[in-house]
Each structure stands twice: as structure tokens, then as C-alpha cells.
């Protein structure tokens, strides 16, 4: 049992290209997100889904999309990436049982856009 | 924003002592978690708190909620050097699913 997968872990890229992080969960969660996170500014949600083939914006979803083609894969792609998207990137799987919801995190990946 | 903050942003104490940092949030809420996240790794989930709840404890974790000052506390006591790491609250969003991560608190445990 892997959990939330996130690959690659390490990635720079030059401003205005593109790229797809990858995430996979394994435990069959209908919910997955993802969130950035910046220095003095917690994580903050980008895009989320509610099950395969449904997605929604969060806090933050300028600059990026999403899909959700499977349960178990929720890719985030940046179309022209940015320097102001240097960020730590965290997928995230979550499940709702008894009233209350728990989220299953990846190890992140470190974005760098020069 | 939905964004909570915690306070402090940083705290330092020796192994042994207690350490209490503090979350304040802007909106209703079903439920409040607090994650852990050592340097360079994701995060990993400690506690949570439901909103008919007021105190909860788990091991070394002592979590308390006001929902009239929508604020939380979380203690950890006898630290160890190995508690070193930054502390989130979270608190859920509208459909239960989406979570909104406060600011977070750096702990550092002196052995």
C-alpha cells in the first residue's frame, strides 16, 4: 500500500514552458486535491476533485488544471509555467467516514520556474 | 480567505517542557485537524476535533476548540527532540472535503 504517490519530487523549468505533475492514491478515495505551499503562507488549495470525472476550483486555481480521468490519478498541469508558481506542490487524498474527513498526503514536489 | 493563522510562527524550548501553539480561523466549521510536517516531507495528520467537541486528547496531544472564538490550541507536553518540526491546523470547508490550512508553526525541541 503506497498511499499518495507524487512524482517527480524535484523539477525546474523554464518560464513559459509546460509540464503535468503526476499524483496516485491507492486507497480508493473519491477525494483528491492539491495544494501549493509558499513560505509564511500554509498550503493553499488549488484545484480538488469529488470522484472521477468531477472537478472544482480552490483557493487558488489560476495558472493550473486539472483532471480527474480515474479514481485512482489526478494530474496538475501547468500550460505556461511562471516564476510566481515556484512552489512546494502537495497532493492530497481524503476520505469522509463517521461526520468527519481525513486527508492522506504526498511527499510533495519542489517546483522551481526560472 | 478562509486561511486560519497560528501563532506563534516560531517556538523554541527544551526537551522536556511544554509547548502550546495556537490556531484562529474565520469561518464555521465541521471539524479542525492538526497535521505535522517535518522539514522536507509531507504531512502527516495528528489529531482532529469536532465541533461539538471542546477538549481531546491523544498520547502527548492535548487539543482544545472554542467555536465561539473559532480559535484551537495544541499542546504537546514533555517534548522530545524529535517533535521538532511545523504544525498546521486545518479546518474543512463547506462540503466537508476541501481543507484550509492555517500558517503554521514552526517548533524546534532543544535536546
Known amino acids: 500500500n503506497a498511499g499518495v504517490t507524487q512524482t517527480p519530487k524535484f523539477q525546474v523549468l523554464k518560464t513559459g514552458q509546460s509540464m503535468t505533475l503526476q499524483c496516485a492514491q491507492d486507497?480508493?478515495?473519491?477525494?483528491m486535491s492539491w495544494y501549493r505551499q509558499d513560505p509564511g503562507m500554509g498550503l493553499r488549495l488549488i484545484h480538488y476533485?469529488?470522484?472521477?470525472?468531477?472537478?472544482d476550483q480552490g483557493e487558488v486555481p489560476n495558472g493550473y488544471n486539472v483532471s480527474r480521468s480515474t479514481t485512482e490519478d489526478f494530474p496538475l498541469r501547468l500550460l505556461s509555467a511562471a516564476p510566481s508558481q515556484t512552489s512546494v506542490y502537495f497532493c492530497?487524498?481524503?476520505?469522509?467516514?463517521?461526520?468527519?474527513?481525513?486527508?492522506?498526503f504526498g511527499q510533495g514536489t519542489r517546483l522551481t520556474v526560472v | 480567505s478562509q486561511q486560519g493563522e497560528e501563532d506563534p510562527q516560531a517556538l523554541s524550548i527544551q526537551e522536556g517542557e511544554n509547548a502550546t501553539m495556537n490556531c484562529s480561523y474565520k469561518t464555521s466549521i465541521n471539524n479542525l485537524q492538526w497535521y505535522r510536517q517535518n522539514s522536507g516531507r509531507g504531512l502527516v495528520h495528528l489529531i482532529l476535533i469536532r465541533s461539538n467537541e471542546r477538549e481531546k486528547h491523544s498520547g502527548r496531544l492535548r487539543v482544545t476548540l472554542d467555536t465561539s472564538k473559532k480559535s484551537s490550541s495544541l499542546l504537546i507536553t514533555a517534548s522530545r527532540a524529535a517533535d521538532t518540526a511545523s504544525y498546521f491546523c486545518?479546518?474543512?470547508?463547506?462540503?466537508?472535503?476541501?481543507?484550509?490550512f492555517g500558517t503554521g508553526t514552526s517548533l524546534t525541541v532543544i535536546p
Open positions: 486507497m480508493n478515495h473519491e477525494y
Open positions: 492530497a487524498s481524503s476520505y469522509f467516514r463517521q461526520g468527519y474527513t481525513e486527508a492522506f
Open positions: 486545518a479546518t474543512d470547508g463547506e462540503t466537508g472535503n476541501q481543507f484550509y
Open positions: 476533485s469529488v470522484g472521477a470525472g468531477i472537478t
